[in-house]
């Protein structure tokens, strides 16, 4: 078999729209059908919410065509006389038509969005209009100041709130977009009922009441019963918050941090008070904890955090996780919705993407336990490799990123590269590895690598005389044509390779490998 080319697609994470682009389409391909954003993990229903995340996520992944079909498909199966949206579909119907404001507001905010992305005035059009029937039929005014309604349906006092459905950006997006000032009445009232709520408990819940003399209290449900809890749609506040413009929002963010637990691994849902109430683990829980951190300053913690929620996701794929793992990614690390993000700086360093990632800091927020490994940071270029199990001992040479959007193979068949756009090996991330299997004349350097098994030492020696020591955690093939970039390359909180090769069929129409082979190694 001749070889012409074997290594990988580079990492989309060379930026961060590149990160952004890859997990919006991540989840784009993965629940969208013909304009259907479907919950296939709670029984193949849509909801409004769905349909507003796919929809912001378009915009994020440049898809003009797939915001027009999932656009279509929401105004043809959930678009009421009024112009909000109902909030449940299922099998071929509409089954509940109560609209719901986040998803609402979060579909307007999209609107507008895609209308300066595609250069399409019908589309401001409609966001505006959606934007004007919530503000009509869902919000109202307290002594707090205007406050978003989860529903038309709470309109007395004391009133169902719901913290995570206020969104400082989307206000401001439609505020510029329509001039209408109830959107900046919205922000201040927003504002002052988090401020309130979380003067009475530390962290939001899932749902609180606010009446309409400005009295706050936290709630189980939206009718009031059950025991609060910090839960799936209260995760939500603090990312919303951290990603608006006002240094005041982003303050609000930031006070959540402290009461939410500083261990390594968080739970998915916690009371009240911040005590567990699952051993499950959910992406979007480290995205709010996340844009917490980043709302107090601190970015590397924050930084490590979203490696912890991609590695969820990609772990754990859920509907909802893969949602807010995209979500936040390009609510937190990038503009690309409008927002303020708080880490533009220290998440491509953390999440292995930055050119100068090997010297990224680390850091922990307090109590947070140091997630990187005990191997020294460093600025220092990688020189050489050896893997004693299968007789690797070679120098490295550094790998450029070819137009194609691949990893540049090494014109040596018996050469091993480093990835020189990605992350430094011994630094936070998934530094890249690559080299040939096989070569015109008979078998290449990476020969042997499918042989390599969990538990097999990774010795990388940089310039500056000191060692990067890894071991195997696993080994998979992927196909080429569908290679999954984002979950492959998702940022890590520890230092990680990933060693590729080709694998699987040779086909001799393309002259290559129709697969890639990847080996995971994690810091000793």
């Not at 003399?213 to 189980?220: K, S």
């Not at 506040?237 to 951290?242: D, E």
Request: charged share 20%.
């Amino acid at each position: 078999m001749v070889l012409t080319a074997c290594a990988a697609p580079a990492d989309d994470d060379t930026g961060v729209r590149e990160r952004t682009v890859a997990t919006a389409s991540t989840f784009l391909d993965a629940y969208v059908d013909d304009g259907r954003v479907v919950r296939t993990d709670q029984g193949g229903d849509t909801v409004s919410e769905g349909q507003a995340y796919g929809l912001l996520l378009a915009v994020a992944a440049g898809d003009e065509e797939r915001f027009d079909r999932i656009w279509s498909w929401t105004t043809e199966n959930l678009q009421r006389d009024d112009g909000l949206l109902s909030w449940q579909w299922k099998d071929g119907a509409v089954v509940d038509d109560q609209p719901a404001s986040d998803a609402d507001l979060d579909a307007a905010r999209a609107l507008v969005l895609a209308a300066d992305a595609f250069d399409r005035d019908d589309l401001r059009e409609k966001g505006v209009a959606l934007g004007e029937a919530l503000l009509d039929e869902m919000t109202t005014t307290t002594a707090l100041g205007r406050i978003l309604l989860p529903g038309p349906w709470a309109t007395s006092s004391p009133h169902a709130y719901n913290p995570s459905y206020a969104s400082p950006a989307a206000y401001r997006v439609l505020g510029e977009a329509s001039g209408d000032p109830r959107w900046d009445e919205l922000t201040e009232g927003s504002r002052a009922a988090t401020a309130a709520l979380l003067d009475a408990n530390p962290l939001p819940t899932n749902w609180a009441t606010v009446a309409d003399d400005g009295t706050v209290a936290i709630a189980g449900s939206a009718s009031g019963e059950g025991e609060p809890r910090y839960g799936y749609d209260a995760v939500r506040t603090p990312i919303r918050f951290a990603e608006s413009c006002d240094p005041a929002d982003r303050a609000l963010a930031g006070r959540i941090g402290p009461a939410l637990p500083a261990d390594e691994t968080l739970p998915a849902e916690l009371d009240s008070g911040g005590g567990a109430v699952t051993t499950d683990q959910h992406a979007i829980a480290y995205a709010a904890r996340a844009a917490a951190l980043a709302g107090a300053g601190q970015t590397d913690a924050a930084a490590s955090d979203l490696g912890r929620m991609s590695e969820t996701s990609s772990t754990t794929p859920t509907y909802y996780g893969d949602a807010w793992n995209a979500l936040a990614t390009a609510m937190l690390s990038d503009d690309v919705l409008a927002g303020c993000p708080p880490l533009t700086d220290a998440t491509p360093a953390a999440a292995g993407s930055a050119s100068d990632a090997g010297s990224a800091s680390t850091g922990a927020a307090p109590g947070l336990q140091d997630p990187v490994s005990p191997t020294s940071p460093s600025t220092a270029s990688p020189v050489h490799i050896s893997i004693p199990a299968i007789g690797v001992d070679s120098d490295l040479i550094g790998l450029d990123r070819g137009a194609d959007g691949w990893i540049e193979a090494p014109t040596d068949f018996d050469a091993v590269g480093w990835y020189e756009k990605g992350v430094l090996p011994g630094a936070v991330g998934p530094a890249v590895i690559a080299a040939h299997v096989d070569s015109p004349t008979g078998p290449a350097v990476f020969i042997d690598l499918p042989k390599l098994v969990s538990g097999d030492t990774v010795s990388i020696a940089r310039s500056d005389g000191t060692t990067a020591d890894f071991v195997v955690t696993g080994l998979q093939t992927v196909e080429k044509d569908t290679f999954p970039t984002a979950s492959i390359y998702a940022p890590v909180p520890t230092p990680e390779l990933r060693i590729v090769t080709c694998a699987g069929a040779w086909d001799p129409a393309t002259g290559h490998y129709v697969d890639n082979l990847v080996v995971t190694a994690v810091a000793a």
